[in-house]
């Protein structure tokens, strides 16, 4: 199947595990665990750490080896994605970097397509590591939240201090030295009032093409702490849910008129599949979930990303193999609890195709009928579904009749045009052009 755009793997994705084949198996990797050398705000992960009091958060030789070993040899033939988080991957230097490499180059076979991938915050980017990723054809991850007073408003190093300029310094090596890299936005209170300034930043200010947005939902549980998903309310720093559509909607307007095809967008893109009735791009959008699992430094298995939490710890993969742990019951389970755990209010909404209930860890409203199961973010998510439906349908039948989506761009220039004329010609008692059923000069015609 293609898509409206090049396929490329972006560090969000993972497939259903019910549809996936082997190949698609997916998995994070986190050398260091929750340890970082920024302190983010709202990083949900840097809590992680009282999971492991002892820990010194780094994975030995013998882990990442044994990791590489069994991942590989999980998926019989496809594409196999060595994908590096944190914390701060970084932090574990370069050494470590090449070493996998070498490791998964040795077990690499001719049906096996090994690639990497590593999602930093950038501040520990230099030209070594610049000429490294290029070299191994890394897709590099790099957080930024936007200009310089959006990103600084949550993003500090250790000692308070401001994190943009050293962020967008990476980014200009990178592209510099031709490393193949795309952005990771956070969309949280301080940025998203400002759809039209943060997406302008990327495109046209630093120039990049792949652009990831990802809502922050802190959840604040019983003892005040956001370690686990657990809670109903959040913290001040969360993203608003009707914020949260009006972001989507302020960047797609945007995008639908001038960046079709060239600027990629996570959330367009997605919702392109769902209209072209392809599958789903995203875990979060996908019927089931539980083909992106997460492994900690000391090689235990978790989940999902935002469920390394005790309930979730499915082994250690130096006591079982990993093939096992990812087809356990108790992973199915998890699986398939994003369907059967959705409230009526979901199952019967004509949106349900797109959206999915989106990611389980965003689930902890009551809806009218006092269900529970109702996402946070529903109002937002709702406002943009519905909002792109339109232009959606216009480009999933260009799809399906063989021409490219991006001739939507044409075809509402032309509309415009055309709108602009009828609207020259009405006189101030016709009926406005623009079909409201209001006379021209009480709807376009007001001077």
Excluded at 36 to 53: A, H, Q
Excluded at 142 to 148: A, V
């Amino acid at each position: 199947m293609n898509y409206l755009f090049e396929r490329r793997e972006l560090l969000l994705w993972s497939v259903s595990m019910e549809e996936a084949e082997p190949s698609s198996l997916h998995i994070m990797a986190k050398p260091t665990g929750s340890i970082c050398n920024l302190d983010c705000e709202y990083c949900f992960f840097l809590s992680k750490e009282r999971l492991y009091p002892d820990s010194d958060f780094r994975m030995t030789s013998e882990v990442m080896r044994e990791y590489i070993a069994q991942y590989v040899n999980a998926v019989p033939a496809g594409d196999v994605m060595i994908a590096w988080q944190g914390g701060e991957p970084m932090m574990m230097g370069l050494d470590f970097f090449a070493e996998s490499v070498e490791c998964a180059r040795a077990y690499a076979t001719p049906e096996k397509n090994i690639a990497f991938s590593i999602q930093t915050n950038g501040t520990l980017i230099d030209e070594k590591f610049c000429d490294f990723f290029r070299g191994n054809s890394f897709l590099v991850g790099l957080s930024l939240d936007g200009p310089r007073e959006l990103h600084d408003a949550y993003r500090h190093d250790k000692s308070g201090g401001e994190t943009f300029d050293r962020v967008v310094r990476a980014a200009r090596m990178m592209q510099r030295r031709d490393v193949d890299f795309n952005i990771l936005c956070s969309v949280h209170a301080a940025n998203q009032g400002h759809p039209l300034d943060v997406y302008r930043f990327f495109r046209d200010e630093l120039g990049v093409k792949w652009i990831q947005f990802v809502p922050i939902v802190e959840r604040i549980n019983a003892d005040g702490t956001t370690l686990l998903q657990e809670g109903d309310s959040v913290t001040d720093r969360s993203v608003d849910p009707a914020a949260w559509g009006d972001f989507l909607n302020g960047v797609f307007d945007e995008w639908l008129v001038s960046d079709v095809g060239d600027v990629h967008v996570n959330f367009f893109e997605a919702a392109f599949a769902s209209w072209a009735g392809a599958p789903a791009l995203a875990c979060i959008f996908a019927e089931t979930c539980g083909g992106a699992l997460v492994l900690e430094h000391n090689g235990d298995l978790y989940s999902c990303d935002h469920f390394v939490e005790p309930r979730h710890l499915l082994g250690n993969i130096m006591s079982a193999p990993l093939a096992e742990l990812v087809r356990s019951e108790k992973q199915r389970d998890f699986g398939e609890a994003k369907r059967s755990a959705l409230p009526r209010l979901c199952t019967e909404c004509e949106l349900l195709f797109a959206c999915g209930g989106e990611c389980p860890k965003n689930r902890f409203l009551l809806t009218d009928a006092d269900d529970p199961g109702l996402n946070y973010l529903c109002a937002g998510y709702k406002a943009f579904f519905e909002h792109v439906d339109t232009p959606m349908r216009a480009m999933a039948r260009l799809y399906r009749y063989g021409r490219n989506p991006s001739e939507i761009m044409e075809i509402l220039a032309e509309k415009q045009a055309a709108m602009r004329s009828a609207f020259t010609k009405a006189g101030r008692n016709d009926p406005c052009p623009c079909g409201s059923r209001m006379k021209f000069k009480q709807c376009h015609g007001k001077t």
